[in-house]
C-alpha cells in the first residue's frame, strides 16, 4: 500500500524541518535551471516534487543508516544524489557522495548545490566506464540505463559487500530477467512509495556470467 501523501512519505526517511526546508529550494533550483539546461523531461516539470523529490528521498530509509561512501551514477540533476546528500548532511555528516556525470552543464549545476547546500560531496566530471573506481558500499542510479547494462557500471564503482539502489518502473521485471542471462546476484524488491508500478531493486552480491549465456 502507498502512503497517502508526502507527510508519511518524509517521517518514514527521518527528514528534518531544515533538510525539508532545503529539498524545497533544491525543487526550486532545478525548476529554474531546467529551463537553460534538461536536468528532469519537461513533462515532469509540473509534479517535481513528488515525481523527482520524493522519489529521491524514499531511498534513504533502504540504505544502510549510517554508510560510508555513496556513489550516484549518471547523477543528471543530482537526483537521487544530491537530495541524498541533504539528508545524510545531519544524519550522517561523515558519509562522503559521490556524484558521476559526464555532462558538463549538469556537472555545474550539481557543483553550485554542493557549495549552496554545504553537502559532503564530490563531483566526478567523466562518464561512468571510465571514471576513477570509487569503492563505494552504497552506489545509487535512477533512470539511466536497462539492468543488464546497469549491472556494468554499478560493479565498478562498488564496493564488494555493497548494495545498489535501483529505481526502476513498470517493466522492472523483464529488466531483471533480461540480466540474469548475464549476472549473478542477490535481489530484493522493494515497492515504490511514489508509483504504484514502479519498484525500486536492492542489488548485491554482483557477478558476471562465464560462458555461454
Not at 556494468?152 to 526502476?168: F, I, S
Request: aromatic share 4%; hydrophobic share 40%; glycine share 6%.
Amino acid at each position: 500500500m502507498l502512503p497517502k501523501n508526502e507527510d508519511q512519505i518524509v517521517a518514514q526517511n527521518s527528514v528534518s524541518r531544515e533538510t525539508m526546508g532545503d529539498l524545497a529550494a533544491f525543487n526550486s533550483d532545478l525548476q529554474k535551471w531546467s529551463k537553460a539546461i534538461n536536468l528532469v523531461s519537461p513533462s515532469t516539470l509540473p509534479d517535481l516534487w513528488r515525481r523527482h523529490i520524493l522519489d529521491s528521498v524514499q531511498l534513504k530509509r533502504l540504505a544502510p543508516k549510517s554508510p560510508k561512501h555513496w556513489c550516484d551514477i549518471g547523477s543528471g540533476g543530482g537526483l537521487p544524489g544530491i537530495v541524498v546528500a541533504l539528508m545524510l548532511r545531519d544524519s550522517s555528516p561523515q558519509t562522503t557522495i559521490s556524484l558521476i556525470e559526464s555532462d558538463t552543464r549538469k556537472a555545474a549545476f550539481l557543483r553550485l548545490s554542493i557549495k549552496t547546500y554545504r553537502l559532503n560531496a564530490k563531483v566526478v566530471c567523466a562518464r561512468i566506464e571510465e571514471a576513477p573506481r570509487e569503492l563505494a558500499d552504497v552506489v545509487s542510479a535512477r533512470a539511466l540505463a536497462p539492468m543488464n547494462t546497469l549491472l556494468g557500471y554499478v560493479v565498478r564503482h562498488m564496493e564488494p559487500g555493497g548494495t545498489a539502489l535501483l529505481p526502476k518502473g513498470r517493466n522492472f521485471q523483464q529488466e531483471v530477467e533480461q540480466a540474469r542471462r548475464s549476472w549473478h546476484f542477490r535481489l530484493q524488491i522493494e515497492q515504490s512509495a511514489i508509483d504504484i508500478e514502479s519498484r525500486i531493486l536492492m542489488v548485491s552480491d554482483i557477478e558476471p556470467k562465464v560462458g555461454p549465456k
